[in-house]
């Protein structure tokens, strides 16, 4: 069974910063794009990052540009997200996600339709 579990979320005040983890069980994703979206209250999830397998393709939503960065170890099976200077709009339920097209990021894993797994989500609450 394939699972992807997310760590890390919690409470932090504006200007922080939090690092949250996805670790993927049941079969190796080391070939594979590996994204973070995040879902406020009232809103449509949205997409943060990709990661291609190497690592050597990378891409982020302008929101983020800048004071998130996406990580993988392969050797772990495991998919960072590191965010820094945390604003009170980046409150949200952050989800990673798995897709099974393509090694490398292309414009597909900008969307959830991209992704094949997801995890459950870890909460992730800015206060100001």
């Known amino acids: 069974q394939v699972q992807l579990v997310e760590s890390g979320g919690g409470l932090v005040q504006a200007g922080a910063s939090l690092t949250v983890s996805c670790v993927a069980s049941?079969?190796?994703?080391?070939?594979?794009?590996m994204g973070w979206f995040r879902q406020a209250p009232g809103k449509e999830r949205e997409f943060v990052a990709a990661?291609?397998?190497?690592?050597?393709?990378?891409f982020y939503a302008d929101s983020v540009k800048g004071r998130f960065t996406i990580s993988r170890d392969n050797a772990k099976n495991t998919v960072y997200l590191q965010m820094t200077s945390l604003k009170p709009e980046d409150t949200a339920v952050y989800y990673c996600?798995?897709?099974?097209?393509?090694?490398?990021?292309?414009?597909?894993?900008?969307?959830?339709?991209?992704?094949?797994?997801w995890g459950q989500g870890t909460q992730v609450t800015v206060s100001s």
């Open positions: 049941g079969r190796t994703f080391s070939r594979n794009v």
């Open positions: 996600a798995a897709a099974l097209k393509y090694t490398y990021v292309v414009r597909v894993h900008t969307r959830a339709a991209g992704y094949d797994y």
């Open positions: 990661i291609g397998w190497n690592g050597g393709s990378i």
